[in-house]
């Protein structure tokens, strides 16, 4: 459920208030990004992505439903666009090795820089809704029915694509 501040900061931008709307995409930029980044793996395609994203749900503000929160809308806007960035580009966009580590919500210690590397190398290698669904879920906290709603899927897809992604993970860190 969307908090009174945000509800109020939609109905300005709805109002044609382009401060207020600035206010939700300072709110949600660096979230947004970071999603687009996990599954387009460019941080120049992500800022394209995310940017498209913000400028898409400006437009379609009016389509907003205020019954799911408002983060969750935009990460439906934004795994659409990323995956429709990837189908265009049909190919996979090389990356470095330490990809992931600007995800993470907490930096690792020392002593587990070499596990976050590879896990997150590991993350790198899955297939784009494999990598939409982990990092809705891990690294920005969607549970499994917001998810779905993102990706517009049953949740026994998102279901299955988690378990499909961890197997594979597993597998890759056994």
Not at 48 to 69: G, P, S, W
Not at 86 to 96: F, G
């Amino acid at each position: 459920m969307q908090n009174k501040d945000e509800l109020e900061l939609i109905a300005h931008s709805l109002n044609g208030d382009h401060d207020a709307y600035g206010v939700l995409v300072d709110r949600y930029k660096n979230a947004i990004f970071y999603h687009c980044f996990a599954i387009v793996h460019d941080e120049a395609s992500a800022e394209d992505v995310a940017q498209e994203t913000f400028i898409t749900a400006y437009y379609k503000l009016h389509l907003y439903n205020a019954d799911y929160r408002l983060s969750t809308w935009l990460f439906k806007i934004a795994t659409n666009k990323a995956l429709d960035s990837l189908r265009k580009h049909r190919h996979e966009i090389k990356t470095d090795d330490n990809v992931f580590d600007t995800l993470a919500s907490q930096q690792p210690g020392p002593d587990k820089s070499a596990h976050y590397d590879e896990l997150h190398r590991a993350v790198e290698a899955l297939a784009p809704k494999h990598r939409a669904v982990i990092s809705l879920y891990y690294w920005q906290g969607l549970s499994y029915d917001e998810i779905a709603n993102v990706m517009s899927v049953p949740v026994g897809s998102v279901q299955g694509w988690m378990h499909r992604a961890k197997a594979t993970l597993r597998k890759e860190l056994s």
